[in-house]
């Protein structure tokens, strides 16, 4: 049985979307990123990063790192099919996950979303905001260039679009970006996979 550290809204939804397309077997904790459970003691003692995602393995080590937990379940449930057969397949894919999380994510929405954690002036928050939002624009110019006409990223799913799925959702529910049609069309095609409508109790935050 694996463990599931997860926070609804956060990019821990991409995990939990991997978590139902694998079908895998797993109990969920949440860690209400807003009221700080991230930071408390009983969460450090298992990620001391203490961020989500995190993984909790049958061993008992604990896997944190979006792109490190993706790869993980696809190479551990291979029937699932989203393991890639060749070195350039994985590549591609880690490639992938690494510009969406590392740029789009970090760089992009993490600026926008919470200017706060890094400047106290107002000022310089509307700057570092304004360039977040530049990033994630840049960043969605270049994922619908990669999508093109394909239905997922890679053509076939993969657990790239595990993490294309988080941001998508975040452009269109929090940032009032204008998505390209094509990511549009493709952040559809995710949300009406069996495993995304498995994962929807657990997609957002409880409202209130
Ligand atoms: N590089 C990390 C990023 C994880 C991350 O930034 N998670 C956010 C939620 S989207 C978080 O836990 N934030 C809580 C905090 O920083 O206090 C990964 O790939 O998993």
Not at 93 to 118: A, C
Not at 120 to 145: K, Y
């Amino acid at each position: 049985m694996l463990t599931f550290y997860h926070s609804p809204q956060s990019c821990s939804n991409g995990i939990l979307l991997l978590l139902h397309e694998v079908g895998a077997a797993f109990e969920t904790r949440i860690i209400d990123l807003r009221a700080g459970d991230q930071r408390r003691a009983e969460y450090l003692a298992q990620n001391t990063k203490g961020k989500v995602p995190a993984l909790g393995l049958p061993d008992g080590s604990v896997l944190t790192e979006f792109p490190a937990i993706a790869m993980w379940l696809a190479d551990s449930f291979p029937e699932a099919g989203l393991a890639p057969d060749s070195a350039i397949k994985r590549a591609r894919i880690s490639e992938m996950l690494d510009y969406i999380v590392g740029s789009v994510h970090m760089r992009g929405f993490t600026f926008d979303k919470m200017p706060q954690k890094f400047l106290s002036d107002p000022a310089g928050q509307a700057t570092l905001r304004a360039h977040g939002r530049a990033e994630v624009a840049r960043g969605l110019g270049f994922l619908s260039n990669a999508l093109g006409h394909s239905a997922f990223l890679l053509g076939d799913f993969s657990a790239a679009d595990a993490a294309l799925f988080y941001v998508l959702d975040w452009a269109e529910q929090d940032g009032g970006y204008d998505l390209p049609a094509n990511l549009e069309r493709c952040l559809a095609r995710i949300r009406t996979r069996p495993a995304c409508l498995a994962a929807a109790p657990l997609l957002r935050r409880p409202q209130g």
